[in-house]
């Protein structure tokens, strides 16, 4: 049990960590988040004024965010392959370094429960392979291939390392999140159905989406951290756990997206491309979770759908193209902008 209810949530102002922080909010939770916002204060508004915020790099920490904190969910970091190729160097200072040093100042500071946001992308091989396409756990041998995957399963052994009696890590692997964030994204898989069928009318499914992937609704995945944030320490300490609400071929999660969206009388037809692109396979077990934590998602894609159309025109997130909701798009665009202001030395 937490002596406190003070929680600091680094990447607190992300696609996931608003949502994990309005549910930490809702269950009587102080929060703490330390964001660099890249995306900017938008997702956070709805509770400005019920959080401490701290702007930052997760890369030098200042001690202060971790004062009166009795645990520390990390969120933060590079969140996809795309960011993690475009600066690999940067992928690994804020997804493995960063990782260990926020732990290190955590575990000085006498907290002792710290969450670290993982990625079933550590499964990922780079190919289908169906010798090795079967339901993998967490006591799975992992050898990821591409940068992301391998700087969040070094994070991992980092945070491992440093476990004892006073120090206690949780690993939560994620799989593929979809649903309506405050800080919307439509780089990923589901959203970006969504986005298509709203703006061109159809879904296109690459390599006639024959990939499995494990899917998460991202409501879903802040309850997780909840559970991992409240289990006894006997039962969570120094251990991995998939977060998982199903595997689906890309196909088939077509089909339940346009049936989504029919519900909310958005028609949508599926457009099939065969050749052959740059495609992630792999399959979790979730069981892990289940068991251990009686950790159960409860959201489908179906009614994730519904939801996320009906917020996205509840909140006007109808400029589809903004970069702003694609991550790779938006580091570029920001790198554009610093060299320009390097040069203008300002813009007035």
């Known amino acids: ?34 964001d660099r916002l890249f995306f900017g204060e938008r997702g956070l508004q709805p509770v400005r004024d019920r959080i401490r915020l701290v702007v930052g790099d997760m890369r030098e920490p200042p001690p202060s965010i971790f004062e ?27 997804n493995t370094v960063a990782t260990r040093t926020l732990a290190e100042m955590a575990k000085q500071g006498g907290i002792q429960r ?10 990922d091989i780079g190919v289908i392979d169906e010798e090795r396409d079967v339901l993998l756990t967490e006591e799975a041998e992992v050898q990821p291939k ?50 298509d069928a709203l703006l061109k009318g159809y879904l296109t499914l690459h390599y006639a989406g024959q990939m499995w992937r494990p899917l998460c ?10 559970v991992a944030l409240e289990a006894p320490d006997r039962v969570v300490k120094g251990q991995v756990f998939n977060v ?12 339940r997206v346009r049936e989504g969206l029919a519900r909310c009388g958005i028609p949508a037809d599926i457009k099939c491309q065969f050749e052959y692109t740059g495609i992630r396979n792999y399959r979790v077990s979730g069981k ?17 759908v519904q939801h996320m159309v009906e917020k996205i025109r509840e909140h006007g997130y109808l400029d589809f193209d903004n970069d702003r909701y694609y991550n790779i ?12 202001i390097d040069i203008t030395g300002g813009i007035f």
Do not use: H
Request: net charge neutral; glycine share 8%; hydrophobic share 45%.
């Open 1 to 34: 049990m937490l002596e406190s209810k003070s929680i600091l949530v680094v990447g607190g102002a992300g696609y996931l960590g608003c949502v994990l922080v309005e549910e930490l909010l809702a269950r009587g939770y102080a929060v703490t988040v330390f």
């Open 68 to 94: 009166n904190v009795a645990a520390v969910i990390n969120l933060g970091g590079l969140s996809n392959d795309p960011t993690a190729e475009y600066n690999p160097e940067a992928n690994y200072q804020m």
């Open 114 to 123: 710290y969450i670290y946001a993982s990625s079933c992308s550590v499964y």
């Open 146 to 195: 591409a940068a992301y995957g391998i700087s969040k399963l070094a994070g991992e052994r980092g945070l491992l390392d440093l476990m004892d009696q006073n120090f206690s890590p949780v690993i939560l692997r994620m799989g593929t999140l979809f649903g309506f964030s405050p800080r919307m994204r439509f780089d990923l898989v589901v959203n970006t159905f969504v986005k």
């Open 217 to 226: 609704d991202v409501r879903d995945a802040a309850r997780a951290y909840v």
């Open 244 to 255: 998982v609400a199903g595997n689906f071929r890309i196909s088939e999660l077509a089909f």
């Open 288 to 304: 892990k979770a289940l068991t251990l934590l009686n950790f159960k998602p409860e959201v489908t894609v179906q009614e994730s």
């Open 329 to 340: 798009r938006w580091m570029k665009t920001l790198e554009e902008a610093k060299r320009i």
